[in-house]
């Protein structure tokens, strides 16, 4: 993990407005979750959601994320936003 690490900062870095940059922080999330560095897969998420405010897996890693830290009061809003973001395959 620490190659995708690094390669996922460095396309960060060379393309702060690239096209797949969410996927690149998202990625990077998952990678530091993986290292088990859920401080640092924080921001990584949070940055994941600013490129798509929609993706409710992102809210839902960083929520992983926040409960390992210890992070409760943001669980709660990030699984709301959970919640808010998943499609409910009931409803047509």
């Known amino acids: 993990y620490p190659n995708a690490i690094n390669d996922f900062n460095t396309y960060a870095t060379a393309f702060p407005k690239g096209a797949a940059v969410g996927d690149a922080a998202f990625n990077l999330g998952l990678a530091y979750r993986a290292t088990g560095d859920d401080e640092k ?24 994320a926040h409960y390992n830290t210890k992070q409760f009061d943001k669980v709660v809003a990030d699984a709301d936003m959970v919640l808010a973001k998943t499609k409910n395959p009931a409803e047509p």
Not at 45 to 60: E, G, M, R, V
């Open 41 to 64: 897969a924080i921001p990584a998420f949070t940055a994941a959601l600013k490129s798509d405010p929609n993706d409710s897996l992102a809210y839902y890693q960083r929520l992983l």
